[in-house]
């Protein structure tokens, strides 16, 4: 029978090719006719479907359904999820045309209401009682909304609170957290020590201090965060910092102590300043020079009973071409803090590794390789010999 | 897994007038709970400690074989000189998985069958204190374990021995998969052990029946809560080294690597500060399983109780101070070397105490040799004699011979296959009936333990042989220019444990067929009588198999041997005693069921455990393959412990088909 | 029979080890006479069963495997002893207590003072080994008295064995480098001092002393002596990867005379072969495919530059054999196979201790090389000895084989090698 919503589609199926008549007439475009076309198609489809159906979802054939349809169950009740999925799928849309952070967003929103939404009428179908719907709804996205929501907000808040810590300064820093964590003590014990307090002050409470944290963390991420220095190594200015007996960046807060580490080599700058090494077993009577080993990582422990701070050196032989003149360049020589002197200046040219500065009765690890053999640098005199910077000390090293 | 279910029949409504309101069950399901009491469901989500611990034992039987079968492979690779069988390749693969499959996926899980089947039985309890976590730790173990072997499909196994040295499995020695899913399946493994221990610690503590002090615990139990605790502390430490290589391999850390400053020994120290405690976890349930054995066939109680009790507790704690003797060779220095030389003989002190006492227990008893006790004298053998060559290698400077030869894969099997896998049988034999209601033919199982006895000394001896002549293990072949001349040389020797491996399989496979003589279709093996063996100890004093509620009502303790002393009366005076028989064992456990308890109350069972455990293989495959299946797996775990936590304690109206009415749900699980 | 007492003990299945249960039982009442008996036995099984399998732990070469080998007797021994005590006292047990429908037995849980007793006696027993043990573990780490540095590093999978410049040794003015075989003067107290480039391996002379680990970024000692010159083999023992089975070494103790024409032959120039023949032709060859990796001391390239190779290149442990010397050597490829010919083997390796050094210094003649493994080898060497060397599947390390590769070598570049390396001593 002609149901109100029947003639509702039949007409605009009649509307719409109607149009469609009219703009290939006036307009000669095929798009649009494709497009009137098709909608009337669809909703001569539909006029169809609701001719035969009905306006219920009960089949107009189907008389003795009526009492046990679904149709007579209780009105489902309010949802929040449509409008949620159409605020996402607007964000999807600004998105597009804006910032790939909101589409993202919008995307993440629009399958999330998605999602809720189609559990919602799925658990609204179960039973004819709200309650247990809602039950049943409850059992299946508990699980997945409790811990992400949880980790939303745990997540939102140390974010926030990284990015307040990250705008004080350094001291500051330290002072706001002690002073965060006594006030949340402090609360803590007050909400343990009365348990007859209301909910909804605790709540309120949390709420409260929840939105500080996010307000601060806002305006401090938005202001940015305080400078940090990064430091330099010592493969990046090995040419000078290895040669200089002095202090350098590099080398402050520098490891003084090595755990007791069995097995490894140890060359020792004596108080007579010179160097010697000892080895696991007896050293071997009548060799002057360290034997290490080639293509293997020696374990080199420096220990410094000189009195004063140094550093132990090992020259490779001269650099590559192309790491000695970038080493020119980019080297600290230009560096007006640290003026080179010549000899360091001679030096740079030569493919150096070295601890960074041992104080007084310290110690060190050095990992060092040889890719080559010693007798590869027979002619060089620099080669392949351990030395330490602002002393006479040295010590060669034969690699067989 | 069916969550959402359609009804297979519409309900009735003429009958009932109006339309009812459609339980969720009848109309269109939702995540009801599993209730079955039949079918897969009700083996697939139960949390009855009994049907998880048959679980565990089916699951580690097929990994015994599977074990077993590499097992073959490898000897048959080595049964003569320059063997082509595998390749070097797989050859380092196999004996890896070997090794792996036998310790992690066999005896220990055989070993936590036995402890989830019989701890609550033994101490009065109507299950373990968490039920759904013994269900966790069962499809833990069982997921890790299958998640472990895919690595033969997906590259080949692990290459680098179960010991998994340092740096040998960083990725430029190892470029497969294959040391990927070794770690990440022993991590998976390892949250099964650590969940079960925790499990069975509080069960143990806490869930004795009345009357049952510590020291009137069987001495299964105790041995099983031993482990427990040796586990508890055990794993983590192989946890963090599995954590270590797995961000040495998966995501650039250099935990391992020697140019970064690192040091190899730390893989050794972690490793074995694990793995010593481990030979102790694989051994004492057997260990348990035969003090209960032992008495019953002797009808005398296990000798010194107290003594076996403290020895066991001592190889716990000694147990720890031992590790670095896996590593004499490694170059630790003579100091440390000394010291653990030392404390290695220092535990061979209460393991000679267990031998002792066994010994003692049988002298003055009233022997019956069936296939339990054949078993369980068998472990007193084979055990003393790979305890007598561990003394040989707990003395550093012999060791640094012997260690990574065949002495030690003696050595080793020895004390594993002749100390653990006999007292497993042994729990086999004694038990079956107990848990399957039928017993193994006593003939069959003859021929299965001579069978084994023989082929195990016959696969395990002339290793000794083998060793101390100097082949090392760990090789994909042997030469003859290293095997020495004469008729019994190496060669000869590797031929006969060869031999061996197969008189052994014979032997595995005749305890198989044992299985199927009894319990195949139309098998004439009648019900067993209800105390079979004239046992001691309280899990007899109930029907077998027990009802999903253990016992119609709590035991009352009174003795060490309970069941015993219910069953007899001394009627001898002063000095002089003299047994006789008050009870037959059935009418002790009639009288019990006489008097049940009124309501008996039973966890319900859940789906959550499965998921949870199925989200970890999916989170480890992720860290080989793609972190995006890293987070999906992250976020069906996330979902099921939610889940869980949020589900309630009992089943509700709803879950069951029909619904049942008001407080029924729990009747309605026990009266099945 | 049986080579193991605790062994032979412990299973009542055959016949003969039954018999020689009983036999011990009646003896149980003196422990000294069980002591000599079961030492007795030890030598019988030791002289039934005891093949020359090289690597055998109980044939002791040389002071530090004596030592060890001095206790393993004792150890062996007591528990030999306790074995026989232990099974005769169960085995009366089982037989003595089987059910012969004797009266159900005292349900006691035992007496605390047999308990405690039989506690203290096992102690006691340890306590009696742990005394010489310690000693021992003393003696065998003191390297000071060591008279001859010789270092070693482990890499997949060959030894590199390196003589640094020292006095020791006879004196040592020149880095010796070698690999697979360490040669020492007999008599003379050696320390390895040994490490390795890629994973840990093991050094195992087992008739020299027991094992030691050679772990990456540490050095290990171990001590070595030999009484009187011989080979002694060894193998790796530490699990070290794919051809962890062909990782093999030997000791070859000589005189000092030997031994200092062998020091003195390691040192030599480099002797260029005859132009025109073969083996320059191999020469040329080995610059082209070989040198990369391979060092030969002494040899230059066109322009007289000495050839420096550079494995680290090539070769993810950064080392390949030197093979200045290569035919000095008995053994290649990890000393997994032979240079000698099957025929030429035994006249070294059978040598007596007074020829044995002779014999090792002829090196490896035209006549006596096995031509057919050392082709294999060059023709396609992963294929003889399984190696990472698939370009294919070399992304772990960065392109870089673990072993030699296959280098497609023409059947006329191998004959021109082999020439050129049979003149490599």
């Given at each position: 029978m002609f149901t109100t919503g029947s003639k509702l589609l039949i007409g605009s199926s009649v509307f719409a090719l109607v149009a469609a008549v009219v703009y290939g007439v006036t307009q000669n475009e095929a798009l649009g006719i494709v497009g009137l076309v098709s909608a009337a198609c669809a909703l001569a489809f539909l006029a169809g479907v609701n001719v035969w159906a009905g306006d219920s979802n009960l089949s107009a054939l189907d008389t003795a359904a009526v009492a046990t349809s679904e149709a007579s169950d209780d009105p489902p009740g309010a949802s929040i999820w449509p409008m949620v999925f159409a605020v996402g799928a607007a964000a999807v849309l600004v998105g597009l045309v804006s910032q790939q952070s909101v589409f993202t967003i919008g995307l993440v929103i629009l399958l999330a209401a998605g999602a809720q939404w189609a559990v919602q009428a799925w658990a609204e179908s179960a039973s004819t009682d709200s309650t247990t719907n809602a039950a049943v709804r409850g059992r299946l996205a508990n699980p997945l909304e409790y811990p992400l929501l949880g980790a939303f907000a745990v997540g939102g808040i140390a974010y926030a609170l990284s990015r307040i810590m990250l705008w004080l300064s350094k001291t500051n820093t330290i002072i706001a957290f002690v002073v965060l964590a006594t006030i949340i003590a402090c609360i803590a014990f007050i909400f343990a020590a009365r348990p007859s307090l209301k909910r909804g002050a605790i709540g309120g409470v949390l709420t409260v201090g929840a939105v500080a944290i996010v307000a601060g963390g806002v305006a401090a991420g938005v202001d940015g965060q305080r400078y940090i220095h990064v430091y330099e190594t010592i493969a990046a200015d090995a040419a000078l910092v290895c040669n200089s007996p002095e202090e350098f960046e590099v080398d402050e807060g520098a490891s003084q102590t090595v755990s007791t580490k069995a097995g490894t080599y140890t060359i020792s700058l004596t108080a007579a300043g010179t160097l010697e090494f000892d080895v696991p077993g007896p050293v071997a009577e009548g060799s002057d020079a360290i034997s290490l080993r080639r293509s293997n990582p020696n374990n080199i422990v420096f220990r410094n009973d000189s009195g004063e701070a140094r550093r132990l050196t090992l020259d490779f032989g001269p650099a590559p071409e192309d790491e000695a003149s970038a080493a020119a360049e980019?080297?600290?020589?230009?560096?007006e803090s640290h003026g080179a002197d010549e000899s360091h200046g001679d030096k740079s040219d030569r493919n150096l590794t070295c601890t960074s500065l041992v104080e007084d009765g310290g110690a060190q690890l050095i990992t060092v390789k040889f890719a080559e053999p010693s007798f590869a640098y027979a002619d060089d005199a620099e080669a392949y010999r351990f030395y330490v910077p602002g002393t006479d000390a040295e010590i060669d090293v034969v690699v067989p | 897994m069916a969550i959402i279910e359609r009804p297979t029949e519409t309900p009735d409504v003429t009958n009932r007038g109006t339309r009812p309101a459609p339980k969720a069950s009848t109309n269109y399901g939702y995540l009801r709970r599993p209730v079955e009491t039949t079918g897969w469901r009700s083996w697939a989500f139960t949390v009855d400690h009994k049907k998880i611990g048959i679980m565990y034992g089916a699951v580690a039987m097929f990994f015994f074989i599977l074990g077993g079968l590499e097992a073959a492979l490898i000897r048959l690779q080595l049964a003569g000189p320059n063997g082509t069988i595998l390749s070097a390749d797989k050859y380092n693969q196999m004996f890896t998985m070997h090794a792996t499959t036998m310790v992690f996926l066999f005896v220990m899980p055989m070993a936590a069958a036995f402890a989830n089947y019989f701890i609550p039985l033994q101490i009065g309890a109507r299950d373990v204190a968490f039920p759904r976590l013994n269900a966790l730790s069962l499809w833990v173990f069982v997921f890790g374990g299958v998640f472990l072997n895919t690595s033969w499909f997906l590259g080949g196994g692990a290459d680098g021995g179960w010991f998994m040295y340092a740096p040998n499995s960083s990725v430029p020695f190892s470029p497969t998969n294959g040391v990927d899913f070794w770690g990440l399946g022993l991590q998976i493994t390892g949250i099964a052990s650590l969940v079960g221990a925790i499990n069975l610690i509080v069960t143990v503590l806490n869930m004795r029946a009345p009357g049952m002090s510590m020291m009137k615990m069987p001495i299964f139990t105790w041995m099983a809560f031993v482990v427990q605790m040796l586990l508890l502390f055990a794993i983590p430490v192989i946890t963090v080294a599995l954590f270590l290589l797995m961000f040495q391999r998966s995501f650039g850390a250099q935990f391992f690597s020697v140019e970064a400053g690192a040091d190899p020994l730390l893989w050794q120290h972690l490793f074995w500060i694990f793995g010593h405690p481990e030979v102790y976890i694989l051994v004492l349930p057997s260990f348990g399983i035969i003090s209960e054995v032992l008495p019953v066939f002797s009808k005398k109680p296990l000798f010194g109780y107290p003594f076996v009790v403290f020895s066991g507790a001592a190889i716990g704690f000694v147990g720890w101070g031992v590790w670095a003797h896996h590593m004499f060779a490694s170059g630790l220095g003579p100091v440390s070397v000394a010291v653990f030389s030392v404390a290695t003989m220092a535990i061979a002190v209460p393991t000679g105490v267990k031998i002792i006492n066994w010994t003692l227990t049988l002298w003055g008893g009233k022997l019956t040799f069936t296939t339990a006790m054949l078993f369980a004298v068998g472990l007193i053998v084979q055990f003393t004699i790979g305890g007598l060559s561990g003394v040989t290698h707990a003395v550093a400077p012999s060791d640094t011979q012997q260690t990574d030869t065949y002495y030690i894969v003696a050595h080793f099997h020895y004390v594993i296959f002749g100390g653990a896998v006999l007292g497993l049988f042994s729990g086999f034999y004694y038990w079956w009936p107990k848990v399957f209601g039928k017993l193994l033919s006593e003939s069959l199982g003859k021929w299965n333990f001579w069978l084994m006895i023989a082929g195990m000394n016959l696969t395990f001896g002339p290793m000794h042989i083998i060793g101390l002549q100097g082949q090392p293990r760990r090789m994909y072949r042997w030469t003859e220019f290293r095997a020495g001349q004469g008729f019994f040389n190496l060669g000869f020797w590797n031929l006969v444990a060869t031999i061996g491996t197969f008189v052994l399989g014979v032997g595995i496979l005749f305890f198989l067929v044992n299985i199927w003589v009894t319990h195949r279709p139309n098998s004439k093996t009648p019900p067993a009588p209800a105390d079979p063996w004239d046992a001691r100890s309280l899990e007899w004093i109930t029907s077998s198999p027990p009802k999903e509620y253990n016992f119609a009502r709590t035991p009352q303790v009174s003795a060490l041997d309970e069941f015993f002393h219910r069953k007899y009366e001394?009627?001898?005076e002063g000095d002089k005693h003299e047994y006789v028989q008050k009870m037959t064992g059935e009418e002790v456990i009639q009288f019990e069921e006489d008097n049940a308890d009124p309501n008996i109350h039973l966890p319900a069972p859940s789906y959550w455990p499965m998921v949870l455990a199925l989200a970890l293989p999916v989170m480890a495959y992720g860290v080989i393959y793609n972190t995006l299946l890293i987070v999906a797996g992250g976020a069906i775990a996330t979902m099921a412990m939610f889940g869980w936590a949020l589900e309630p304690a009992d089943a509700e109206a709803s879950d069951f088909d029909p619904p049942v009415e008001g407080d029924e749900t729990s009747k309605e699980l026990s009266n099945v | 029979m049986t080579y193991d007492l605790s062994m032979s003990h412990q299973s009542p299945t055959t016949k003969m080890q039954a018999v020689e249960t009983t036999t011990t039982l009646k003896s149980v009442t003196s422990s000294r006479l069980v002591r000599t008996l079961v030492a007795g036995s030890f030598a019988a099984l030791l002289a039934g069963c005891a093949t020359d399998a090289p690597q055998d732990t109980w044939q002791p070469k040389g002071s530090n495997a004596r030592m060890i080998n001095d206790l393993d007797w004792v150890v062996f021994s007591i528990a030999g002893v306790v074995g026989v005590v232990v099974f005769s006292v169960l085995a009366f047990a089982l037989w003595k207590y089987r059910d012969r429908g004797q009266p159900i037995p005292e349900q006691t849980h035992g007496k605390p003072a047999l308990e405690i007793g039989l506690t203290i006696l096992p102690a006691l027993i340890l306590v009696g080994i742990a005394i010489p043990t310690v000693g021992t573990i003393m003696d065998l780490a003191e390297t000071n008295d060591t008279e001859c540095i010789v270092n070693v590093t482990g890499q997949q999978w060959w030894w590199e064995i390196d003589y640094p410049v020292q006095d020791g040794c006879g004196g040592i003015e020149e880095p010796i480098v070698t690999s697979g075989q360490m040669v020492i003067e007999a008599g003379t107290k050696v320390l390895v001092r040994g490490t390795s480039r890629d994973v840990i391996h093991s050094w195992w002379i087992p008739s020299l002393n027991g094992k030691r680990d050679m772990v990456p970024g540490r050095i290990h000692t171990v001590r070595l002596e030999a009484d009187e010159p011989g080979i002694f083999a060894g193998q790796c023992?530490?699990?070290?990867?794919?051809s962890h089975a062909n990782m093999r070494m030997e000791v070859i103790a000589m005189n000092s005379t030997d031994f200092a024409i062998w020091k003195a032959n390691q040192v030599q120039d480099y002797v260029a072969p005859v132009a025109g023949s073969l083996a320059a032709e191999g020469e040329s060859t080995f610059i082209s495919q070989c040198s990369r990796c391979h060092q030969v001391d002494g040899l230059t390239d066109s322009n007289d530059e000495l050839i420096i190779s550079r494995p680290d290149q090539n070769v993810w442990s950064g080392a390949a054999p030197n093979l200045t010397n290569f035919m000095t050597r008995n053994t290649f490829a990890g000393a997994s196979w032979d240079l000698l010919s099957k025929e030429c083997r035994p006249g070294v390796w059978d040598a007596s201790p007074s020829t044995i050094g002779a014999a090792y210094l002829d090196g490896v003649t035209d006549s006596c090389l096995n031509e057919v493994e050392l082709r294999e080898w060059l023709r396609n060497a992963p294929a003889k000895k399984p190696m990472y060397t698939d370009p294919e599947s070399l992304e772990a390390t960065n392109g870089l084989v673990r072993g030699m590769p296959y280098l497609a070598l023409s059947e006329d570049q191998i004959d021109q090698l082999v020439a050129y390396l049979l003149e490599r001593k």
């Open positions: 980019e080297g600290y020589g230009a560096d | 001394d009627v001898g | 023992t530490e699990f070290c990867g794919l």
